[in-house]
T-cell receptor, first 113, second 113 residues
Framework: GQQLNQSPQSMFIQEGEDVSMNCTSS?????WLWYKQDPGEGPVLLIA?????ELTSNGRLTAQFGITRKDSFLNISASIPSDVGIYFC?????????????FGTGTRLQVTL | NAGVTQTPKFQVLKTGQSMTLQCAQD?????MYWYRQDPGMGLRLIYY???????DKGEVPNGYNVSRLNKREFSLRLESAAPSQTSVYFC????????????FGSGTRLTVV
């Protein structure tokens, strides 16, 4: 099945640093979503992007829908310990794919004091 | 606000045993989904139900069956559990707006010995 390439797989950063991660696909997507998963919980939606080139922020988080519609980026500014978790990108193809999402393999973020 | 509720939270099965994972949502979602999450592989779709009364296979349906009992409930059944089905299972729902993201339950951690 189709999967998204998400990188990096994991990262250790110090509190206060900025974080960048990205997701790429061989197919065009109409929607890009970014989720965060805390230990022992289900993923929670952070940001949704609906248009190529769109840049959307949610607090310290900023995500962009790539111009080619085949990639997306998530930035976290001034990281704090509660940013720890797994971040997933997800994409939805053109109409007719039953609105199903394809998920990336995740980026595990660990923040040290 | 319960959202999407999964039961049980943890389960240990012996090889060959059967069990049903339950999922219920109170968000009036039309579509519901079952995913499994394995280390390094992200979230893979097992089955989904686009609306009450319909179910379809996802990426990894072998060894599973589902029932969309009514609009609220979508259960996942393992008829004869195998060690390869050891995983964390997530149920998710989505409203009728086509572009929206999913709301996930908190997961069921299943171990098959």
């Amino acid at each position: 099945g189709q999967q998204l390439n998400q990188s990096p797989q994991s990262m250790f950063i110090q509190e206060g640093e900025d974080v960048s991660m990205n997701c790429t696909s061989s197919s065009i997507f109409n929607t890009w979503l970014w989720y965060k998963q805390d230990p022992g919980e289900g993923p929670v939606l952070l940001i949704a992007l609906y248009k190529a080139g769109e840049l959307t922020s949610n607090g310290r988080l900023t995500a962009q829908f790539g111009i080619t519609r085949k990639d997306s980026f998530l930035n976290i500014s001034a990281s704090i310990p509660s940013d720890v978790g797994i971040y997933f990108c997800a994409g939805r193809g053109p109409t007719g794919t039953a609105s199903k999402l394809t998920f990336g393999t995740g980026t595990r973020l660990q923040v040290t004091l | 606000n319960a959202g999407v509720t999964q039961t049980p939270k943890f389960q240990v099965l012996k090889t060959g045993q059967s069990m049903t994972l339950q999922c219920a949502q109170d968000m009036n979602h039309n579509s519901m989904y079952w995913y499994r999450q394995d280390p390094g592989m992200g979230l893979r779709l097992i089955y989904y139900s686009a609306s009450e009364g319909t179910t379809d296979k996802g990426e990894v349906p072998n060894g599973y069956n589902v029932s969309r009992l009514n609009k609220r409930e979508f259960s996942l059944r393992l008829e004869s559990a195998a060690p390869s089905q050891t995983s964390v299972y997530f149920c998710a729902g989505k409203g009728h707006r086509g572009e929206g993201g999913y709301t996930f339950g908190s997961g069921t951690r299943l171990t098959v010995v």
